[in-house]
């Protein structure tokens, strides 16, 4: 079972989902039974935040002087499933979540659920740096975003 931690220093987050870490929660619960490690406790924490946080991670960490739509951080570099494991960090930009500004909230959370999808497959080591690891990346973001669709729906 996957739990998810949130955390958030941006406000305009609860004005688009109030209950966020019921929603994050929720969209785990609706990933593929491939994701959901039904017999272990997998945990790791989501960061709500805007551009202006990302960017000094995005600095800090890459050596980006810009902000991003979302950083993940591994805790592993290869996981290795145990009973309890702990994948990492996920940061997400508010601000990016809401391009174009005042973003249909439907919209707005379609867009968070693909780009948390992303950040997830980063803690689990998936990456797109060669093109090959990015059609593979992709196909997993499809197959879990129709399962969560299908399944909150």
């Known amino acids: 079972m996957i739990n998810v931690e949130v955390l958030s220093d941006e406000k305009n987050w609860s004005v688009k989902i ?3 870490e019921f929603f994050f929660n929720q969209i785990c619960k609706s990933f593929p ?3 959901q ?8 924490t989501l960061f709500l ?4 946080s990302i960017k000094k991670l995005n600095k800090k960490f890459r050596n980006k002087n810009k902000p991003t739509d979302i950083l993940s951080f591994p805790f592993q570099k290869k996981i ?3 009973k309890e494991l702990y994948l990492g ?3 997400i930009s508010f601000n990016y979540m809401n391009k174009p500004k005042n973003l249909e909230i439907n919209l707005f959370k ?3 659920i693909k780009t948390f999808i992303h950040g997830f497959l980063h803690l689990l080591s998936f990456d797109h740096i060669k093109l090959k690891d990015y059609n593979i990346m992709f196909r997993e973001e499809q197959k879990i975003y129709r399962s969560v669709i299908k399944n909150l729906n």
Request: hydrophobic share 30%.
């Open 18 to 20: 109030k209950k966020k």
């Open 33 to 35: 039974k491939k994701y």
């Open 37 to 44: 490690f039904k017999d272990k406790k997998i945990f790791f």
């Open 49 to 52: 935040s805007n551009n202006q």
């Open 80 to 82: 290795k499933l145990k």
């Open 89 to 91: 960090d996920i940061i």
């Open 110 to 112: 379609d867009k968070v």
